[in-house]
């Protein structure tokens, strides 16, 4: 008998397209740390089942029938602070992405990505962190960093070298590491360590992050 000691990640779906929710529900049977517990088609079943279901994670479209998924966040968030919404969005969908963080999100996905990173969505959101796509646009981050969504308003502020923010600037200016490595002189090794160091003290994952914690913590101005 296997030991199961630990309980399974419950997820609730919201999209309009029944083809992508049985995709979806195939995909997270391969695995079993995260059990899907029930799906919706619009945003008022998505509220009606989040009462009934209590999940930690509801993944929701942000375009769906009867109640879309801004409004339907914004009711849960509300009613529900401790579940963690994700939005699921097409590439083409920027101002509805921060729109829905605004609304109570913490995380957001754009529908062509991977297996590994949704999983590491809902396990970075249920651990009460923020999760941004790693296919985010500049112009996305930048538009997040400018908005009123601010997720590290009571995290304790790190203090950061010289050289550690110039490379945050550089970052945030759209260089790659092997940019940065020859703008500062440096090795590109040495450049992927100050960005490792840099994303542990911001509790962030990729340059997303780097760019809208920045921006939010005065370190980079647009």
């Given at each position: 008998m296997t030991d199961k000691s630990y309980i399974p990640i419950r997820v609730l779906l919201?999209?309009?397209?029944?083809?992508?929710?049985?995709?979806?529900?195939?995909?997270?049977?391969?695995q079993s740390e995260?059990?899907?517990?029930?799906?919706?088609?619009?945003?008022a079943e998505l509220i009606q089942l989040a009462a009934q279901l209590s999940p930690d994670i509801i993944i929701t479209d942000i375009k769906m029938p009867r109640m879309d998924g801004i409004e339907a966040t914004k009711?849960?968030?509300a009613r529900y602070p401790d579940i963690g919404i994700i939005?699921?969005?097409?590439?083409?969908?920027d101002s509805l992405i921060v729109d829905m963080l605004e609304a109570g999100a913490r995380g957001y996905l754009l529908k062509n990505t991977s297996k590994k990173e949704i999983y590491e969505a809902i396990k970075t959101v249920h651990n009460k962190g923020t999760y941004y796509c790693h296919n985010t646009s500049a112009k996305l981050a930048m538009m997040i960093g400018e908005s009123t969504f601010n997720p590290y308003k009571q995290d304790v502020k790190f203090?950061?070298?010289?050289?550690?923010?110039?490379?945050?600037?550089?970052?945030?200016?759209?260089?790659?590491s092997k940019e940065i490595a020859v703008a500062m002189n440096l090795s590109v090794r040495t450049i992927e360590g100050y960005r490792e160091k840099i994303q542990e003290k911001m509790k962030v994952r990729n340059t997303a992050g780097i760019v809208i914690y920045a921006i939010k913590n005065g370190l980079y101005k647009i």
């Amino acid at each position: 008998m296997t030991d199961k000691s630990y309980i399974p990640i419950r997820v609730l779906l919201a999209d309009d397209h029944e083809i992508f929710r049985d995709g979806f529900q195939i995909m997270l049977k391969k695995q079993s740390e995260i059990e899907l517990v029930g799906q919706a088609e619009n945003g008022a079943e998505l509220i009606q089942l989040a009462a009934q279901l209590s999940p930690d994670i509801i993944i929701t479209d942000i375009k769906m029938p009867r109640m879309d998924g801004i409004e339907a966040t914004k009711k849960l968030h509300a009613r529900y602070p401790d579940i963690g919404i994700i939005a699921f969005s097409m590439f083409d969908e920027d101002s509805l992405i921060v729109d829905m963080l605004e609304a109570g999100a913490r995380g957001y996905l754009l529908k062509n990505t991977s297996k590994k990173e949704i999983y590491e969505a809902i396990k970075t959101v249920h651990n009460k962190g923020t999760y941004y796509c790693h296919n985010t646009s500049a112009k996305l981050a930048m538009m997040i960093g400018e908005s009123t969504f601010n997720p590290y308003k009571q995290d304790v502020k790190f203090e950061f070298n010289d050289r550690e923010l110039e490379v945050i600037r550089l970052v945030c200016n759209e260089l790659l590491s092997k940019e940065i490595a020859v703008a500062m002189n440096l090795s590109v090794r040495t450049i992927e360590g100050y960005r490792e160091k840099i994303q542990e003290k911001m509790k962030v994952r990729n340059t997303a992050g780097i760019v809208i914690y920045a921006i939010k913590n005065g370190l980079y101005k647009i």
